[in-house]
């Protein structure tokens, strides 16, 4: 079992200064709107993914008015198949500051004595820190990573947030970006190959920018990128392909389950890749990419069509639908998690009971209460609700209050 054992954060968005300790089961973040919610939940993300959910500018999560941020936890991973126990409840502050000593010394105290031994726990710090105007550093117990990539997948995380339904209203790029996330994590060398693809559309970019500006065409030059570029559009494709078809009825599944199975509901992968000869049309294309002054073809151009009934889902989709459409989405992502890295990802469920439905609500918190999830954070304006929800189905929480 995987779960985030503590976490320190120095400015750190609306934190000048904070720690907290955490349940291995359930925590709830609770307090009023504005309080910084949201932004704990986020640093646990970046914390596992190197980057905010929130933004894409990482100098955007600096406090306002300071030279850097830092972010610090500790994850523990449970070596041995014995059962995991709740830790007391405990009472955060996000005001209050304590020493790391005192609070090693309180998570080790309230364990059980029915815990696995401290020899069967793997702990790992993880640091990262981001002065203004410079790169950010990633460091694995106080080791720097040479290559950030290299973090990715190791404290995996999966995210339900209001916002969510962006995957069904918004454009291709955000489906794009959901289901490379699924990959990243599960599969380091997907994660490589997208990046050195980026970097060589990026400069193959430049390169048609310079032709066009000049009136002129190299073609060899332009060759010298176009074949590394193709070489990994195929390669990437046929992972994208092959890995919708394993996520696929994971999520059909899924889905049903939410929507008590009333329609059925489909992903289609729709890639210019697929085509029968893509190395010679994307050669062939070569003057159309100096004119336009960009690649104008390749798996960056990518979409999934999310369809309900056989029909577009952003036209015909209810709110209810899309809604059950974006959380079997979520939940088939963590149960490929699971089952590839053989632990629970760390769930984050940010502002749910205020923007899902009751019946949506009660299948999350039957999968807390049945051990489908592990370690699992919550947020919520209203701290007697998430009491009372969660008491209800037998769940103790660690409550956490944001002031």
Do not use: C
Not at 115 to 138: A, E, N
Not at 211 to 231: G, K
Request: overall charge negative.
């Amino acid at each position: 079992m995987l779960f985030l054992e503590r976490l320190h954060l120095t400015h750190y968005k609306s934190y000048e200064s904070g720690a907290f300790l955490f349940s291995e089961r359930v925590n709830a973040i609770v307090g009023e709107n504005g309080s910084g919610k949201t932004n704990l939940l986020d640093a646990i993300y970046f914390l596992s993914l190197t980057k905010s959910a929130l933004t894409s500018q990482d100098a955007s999560s600096i406090q306002h008015g300071a030279d850097f941020m830092l972010i610090d936890g500790v994850f523990s991973r449970y070596e041995a198949q014995e059962p995991a126990v709740n830790l007391a409840k405990i009472t955060n502050d996000s005001e209050e500051t304590h020493s790391e000593e005192a609070i090693s010394e309180e998570i080790h105290s309230d364990r059980s004595e029915d815990s696995p031994t401290h020899s069967s726990v793997r702990t790992s710090q993880i640091t990262i820190s981001l002065p203004r105007g410079q790169r950010k550093v990633v460091m694995n117990d106080r080791k720097a990573y040479e290559r950030l990539a290299d973090h990715i997948g190791k404290f995996p995380v999966v995210l339900i947030a209001p916002d969510d339904t962006d995957l069904v209203r918004e454009g291709s790029e955000e489906r794009r970006k959901f289901f490379d996330g699924v990959l990243s994590q599960q599969r380091p060398d997907y994660l490589s190959d997208l990046l050195q693809y980026n970097r060589i559309l990026d400069q193959r970019n430049t390169l048609l920018k310079q032709f066009h500006e000049r009136r002129y065409t190299d073609e060899d030059l332009l060759e010298a990128y176009s074949q590394p570029l193709v070489d990994l559009a195929l390669r990437l494709h046929e992972t994208r392909k092959s890995f919708l078809q394993e996520f696929l009825p994971v999520f059909q599944e899924h889905y049903a389950q939410l929507s008590e199975s009333r329609e059925t509901v489909e992903i289609r992968y729709e890639s210019e890749v697929e085509t029968e000869d893509f190395r010679k049309q994307f050669w062939l294309n070569r003057h159309r990419d100096v004119a336009a002054q960009r690649t104008t073809l390749g798996i960056h151009r990518d979409d999934y069509a999310f369809e309900i009934d056989s029909y577009p889902l952003k036209k015909f989709g209810s709110q209810g639908q899309q809604k059950s459409f974006v959380v079997a989405l979520k939940l088939a992502q963590f149960h490929l998690l699971t089952q590839e890295k053989g632990h629970q990802p760390i769930l984050l469920l940010d502002d749910i009971f205020d923007k899902l439905d009751d019946r949506r609500i009660a299948k999350l918190i039957q999968m807390m209460q049945d051990g489908t999830f592990g370690q699992v954070f919550l947020t919520d304006a209203r701290p007697e609700r998430t009491q009372s929800l969660l008491e209800a189905s037998g769940i103790t929480a660690n409550m956490i209050r944001t002031t």
